[in-house]
């Protein structure tokens, strides 16, 4: 491609396709660039290569088959999604969830969280050429991935909320093997960050590269850890507390240059904090029930259906039409591992949805990323991408 | 940056602000505050909110496009364009409503307002086939370029299968970014020219 440079010097750039299936995109996204020798003159990024039509398939079922679905959006905290939609959905019915229920909640949300930036900080290592510390990350993660077998059954896709309430309790000993993997996980970011923190190689590759400043990140519409790393410390968690969070003592994590080092550095610190959280969230479970004895949502207990006309009729329309929100519009968000995680949920009174709309955190991010890869080098481009944790299966829906 | 943040304005006040827009409550929206304002004045709307000194929401979350022909009881125009919005300063969340009906399905692009509105208004012209009058590059972005139709429209099959031959080549993005830098493009290159830094590539190279 031939162009004239603003200073009028005719040069020939060299064009360039990164991905859809390049190994450092992690996932099925496409950059094309313009190299001016291994300087990105611009960039301009295309999605969709993991589009599964989500909003669509959700309009087709009932409100409780959107949850497998959600697992499928986020695929690295795949509780968030599920926690986030029913958190929504829960809003439109204005209900009280138990103690137990939310309580159990912050656990599934923190540890989500850590495994999250596990999945992205070793990742983002890897690409880096620092493979030890992939390892360091994904044993523990195992740990973590243990637990959600022995709670509902599936180590990925969980599935493991209703709207109203869990699919089911903990099992024995759920409380001491959270405390251990959590324990875990602390030791692997002690390790990791004594290998890294300092390193001549990880600095000079990280230190200012793919900055976003303040201003640029909150036009952008930046959430969650990418924001903070900008240097606004803005968190759900804090700012509209959901689920007790402003009980629980913990800080948010703020960087100050937006640069890659800031971004994975804010994760680090974060899954120090997710861990006070989950400690003093394990401290609180006490027994008791975990789904919400709303009749509109939760199925009576089989000592009533047995005996009682009514729980029966209540049994079988819940089973065989779902729950029914109330008719309106409802736009709920949660802080989940990337950003705000929002869910728009247009109901019209009937038992499936008849629109849902995703705000997924990491499209805002993935938007603004070709414009920051202006000036950078080639090599760049997979330790910026890798910061700012793009999902394809949240991003493409 | 890092302050708490502060207590917003409540949603009388907010309201009262978009009124003289031709701002009204949406009362759909039970859970959190929902304004309609007419077409005209959503640019200034969305202005008057980013740029407030009590409201300063600088956060455009999404775009969202609404199709209501088969809601029940609807009697109005046929789509709605949703704008979460949220300030990084204030504790306050409003949602901007459009309405439009289905035979002029034009909204003002609000791209050179919110940075998120450029790709977000792609998102909701290849869903919903909402056109944003001024968008500078307005393509499909979920579905690939030779989708026909909008798939989040009522009446668009959920089982019907479009194929797609090639892919786009995207060439006339990069060239409009780099005259966007400050570039002059002398020459285009062929779409196949392109190299792919793929694991395909390493293999092409060798046969």
Not at chain 1, 199 to 210: A, C, E, S
Not at chain 1, 314 to 337: H, I, M, Q, T, W
């Amino acid at each position: 491609m031939r162009v004239k440079k603003p200073d009028g010097e005719i040069v020939d750039l060299m064009t360039i396709n990164i991905g859809p299936s390049h190994p450092a995109t992690h996932g099925t996204l496409r950059l094309f660039a313009a190299l001016d020798g291994e300087t990105i003159t611009a960039a301009v990024g295309e999605m969709g290569y993991l589009h599964r039509g989500f909003e669509k398939m959700v309009e087709q079922g009932t409100y409780q088959m959107v949850l497998p679905f959600t697992d499928r959006l986020n695929y690295c905290s795949s509780m968030m999604n599920n926690i986030g939609f029913c958190k929504a959905a829960e809003t439109m019915f204005g209900v009280t969830l138990p103690e137990r229920c939310v309580t159990l909640r912050v656990i599934l949300l923190e540890l989500s969280r850590m495994i999250d930036h596990l999945v992205c900080n070793g990742a983002n290592l890897v690409d880096l050429g620092a493979l030890t510390n992939f390892w360091y990350f994904f044993n523990p993660r195992e740990r973590v991935y243990a637990i959600w077998e022995r709670l509902c059954g599936a180590r990925l896709t969980n599935t493991v909320t209703r709207i109203g309430g869990m699919y089911r309790d903990t099992y024995p000993g759920f409380e001491q093997d959270v405390l251990a993997a959590v324990q875990v996980i602390e030791d692997a970011v002690t390790e990791v960050m004594g290998l890294i923190e300092r390193n001549r190689i990880f600095v000079d590759r990280t230190r200012n590269i793919g900055t976003m400043s303040a201003a640029g990140a909150i036009s952008a519409g930046w959430t969650g850890p990418c924001l903070r790393a900008s240097g606004v410390d803005r968190d759900l968690r804090k700012d509209e507390p959901y689920y007790g969070y402003e009980t629980y003592e913990f800080d948010t994590v703020v960087g100050t240059t937006g640069d890659t080092y800031d971004r994975i550095m804010v994760r680090m610190y974060e899954m120090r904090e997710s861990a006070k959280i989950v400690r003093q969230a394990v401290a609180r479970l006490k027994p008791g029930p975990i789904n919400c004895a709303d009749a509109r949502l939760s199925l009576p207990s089989r000592n009533h259906v047995y005996h009682d006309m009514e729980a029966l009729i209540n049994s079988f329309k819940l089973v065989y039409e779902g729950v029914r929100p109330p008719a309106g519009e409802c736009y709920d968000a949660l802080e989940a591992a990337n950003g705000e995680l929002g869910f728009l949920i247009v109901s019209d009174g009937g038992t499936n949805p008849y629109r849902i709309k995703v705000r997924p955190p990491c499209f805002t991010q993935w938007s603004a990323y070709p414009d920051m890869l202006t000036g950078a080098m080639l090599p760049d481009v997979a330790s910026s991408l890798g910061s700012i944790n793009i999902i394809a299966g949240e991003l493409d829906r | 940056m890092s302050d708490a943040i502060k207590p917003g304005l409540p949603a009388d006040q907010l309201l009262a602000l978009l009124a003289p827009l031709g701002g009204t409550k949406d009362e759909a929206d039970r859970w959190g505050l929902t304004v309609r304002v007419p077409r005209e004045q959503l640019r200034a709307a969305l202005l008057v909110l980013r740029d407030g000194e009590s409201t300063r929401m600088d956060q455009l979350l999404d775009v969202c496009g609404i199709d209501y022909l088969s809601y029940p009881d609807w009697r109005g125009q046929r789509f709605a364009v949703s704008y979460p919005l949220k300030s990084t300063v204030f504790r306050h969340r409003l949602t901007l409503k459009v309405l439009i009906e289905e035979d002029d399905a034009v909204v003002p692009s609000a791209h050179d307002l919110f940075r998120s509105a450029d790709w977000a208004e792609r998102e909701c012209w290849d869903q919903v086939g909402i056109v944003f009058a001024d968008h500078p590059n307005l393509k499909r972005l979920l579905n690939h370029h030779e989708f026909v139709g909008h798939p989040l429209r009522k009446d668009y099959p959920c089982q019907k299968r479009q194929k797609l031959s090639i892919n786009d080549p995207m060439i006339d993005q990069l060239a409009a970014k780099l005259t966007q830098l400050g570039y002059e493009v002398l020459e285009m290159p062929v779409a196949s020219a392109g190299l792919a830094l793929t694991p395909m590539h390493q293999k092409e190279t060798q046969s």
